[in-house]
């Protein structure tokens, strides 16, 4: 037997519960009826005990037959639940989204950039953009909202950095920085237009170190070395020999080396370009001592800890300053680091005669824009190339030089 409605007033109808009470009357359900488009339509509100009372009966009531009358609104209440559901999370989301553009680019560092990137950078990168932060954009930026961020701003970084001797290159990592992080921010939709880096001049530098090392030199440090640090004399060898970078020859492992070949693999290198390159009989001889049965796996020249090494042990810059290969320079691009070696690897390569194509692919270089600063070390070289066409045609009154 089905419920039984009593008509309280015209459009609100009530049915009791069999059971359940409501104070000391039986708890009701209200429902209400209006026409649409010449349609009846029926719509449940809800129990008593559920908070509906007549009064609010009369005023959904009234609402939605206005709207049916109007043709503006809801005119059934699971639209009405649906526009009001909708209008909350609008709200809400609007909320948030006004939280998250009052972030500043600190909080905005801390909270979203720096967990992300660190997933997906080198330890050296992470150490680098650290210090860029720490140094420079978190004193003059930190406590800015990201959207106020002006080129102006992002100026006084530049200027900052300048300011206090520093070298043009790292300013301009500085600009790399902060574009990286406003470009996340875009993505994130705190911020909107153009990256505020684009309209500031980049300094024009020159980073590239030009002083290599003589032999005479090269024999000095390394004897220096060998007594005090083999990983660290093996690792300089490498380097002289091989033209390897630091962070190459860290990250090799023994699966890398082909003693058969002679050839050394170098994997994800700076440039990305994978490349091999070849031992000579001192580098041969020199992993040839150091392997004892490792693994494919483990590490060539491993720290202490069995971790992958991330820096040149300091031990390198003290020898180079017991030796005076320092004295007098004061330009940083003429002190001798531990990319020296790299360098002078390629400067001995070029004064032999090698060219300089095949330099850059020893080396790894992705354009030969990169190896042109050795072209200087092979005038003759060149201009042999540059006459190699001399009488390639019957031109009267030429005579070659003599000599």
């Not at 009791?16 to 719509?43: M, N, S, V, W």
């Not at 908070?51 to 609104?73: D, F, S, V, W």
Request: aromatic share 10%; net charge positive; with cysteine.
């Amino acid at each position: 037997m089905g419920y039984q409605w009593h008509q309280l007033e015209e459009g609100i109808r009530v049915r009791e519960h069999p059971t359940r009470k409501h104070g000391i009357k039986p708890d009701l359900y209200f429902a209400i009826r209006y026409q649409k488009d010449g349609k009846r339509q029926e719509e449940s509100l809800g129990w008593a005990s559920q908070g509906m009372t007549l009064h609010k009966a009369r005023l959904a009531l009234a609402q939605l037959r206005e709207a049916a009358r109007t043709g503006n609104g809801a005119t059934r209440l699971r639209e009405q639940r649906q526009e009001a559901l909708a209008a909350r999370k609008a709200e809400q989301e609007a909320a948030l989204q006004a939280a998250q553009k009052n972030r500043t680019f600190s909080q905005f560092w801390e909270e979203f950039y720096w967990p992300s990137t660190r997933q997906r950078k080198s330890p050296g990168a992470l150490r680098s953009e650290q210090a860029i932060y720490k140094h420079w954009l978190q004193p003059h930026i930190g406590g800015m909202l990201l959207q106020d961020i002006l080129p102006g701003h992002v100026q006084t970084v530049v200027d900052a950095i300048l300011a206090r001797g520093r070298a043009p290159r790292t300013a301009q990592y500085a600009l790399a920085v902060i574009s990286q992080v406003w470009n996340a921010a875009y993505g994130h939709g705190l911020v909107a237009g153009e990256n505020p880096v684009r309209r500031v001049k980049k300094p024009r530098t020159d980073n590239r170190r030009m002083r290599f090392l003589s032999r005479q030199e090269a024999f000095s440090l390394l004897e220096t070395i060998r007594p005090r640090s083999r990983d660290l004399y093996d690792t300089c060898l490498l380097s002289l020999f091989c033209g390897l970078r630091a962070g190459e020859i860290y990250a090799l492992r023994w699966g890398d080396i082909g003693f058969e070949g002679g050839e050394i693999f170098i994997r994800d290198p700076k440039n990305g370009y994978n490349r091999y390159a070849y031992m000579t009989a001192e580098v041969r001889a020199m992993l040839r001592r150091r392997f004892s049965g490792q693994t494919r796996n483990e590490l060539v020249f491993p720290a202490n800890t069995g971790s992958r090494r991330v820096q040149a042990s300091k031990l390198f810059e003290r020898c180079v300053n017991e030796l005076g290969l320092n004295d007098g320079y004061t330009d940083r691009r003429q002190r001798i680091v531990f990319h020296s070696l790299r360098h002078t690897f390629a400067s001995w390569h070029v004064e032999q005669g090698t060219p300089l194509y095949q330099v850059g692919a020893l080396l790894g270089h992705r354009s030969p824009q990169m190896t042109q600063r050795y072209s200087h070390l092979s005038p003759d070289a060149i201009r042999k190339a540059a006459l190699t066409l001399e009488g390639s045609l019957p031109v009267e009154g030429a005579q070659p030089l003599e000599g």
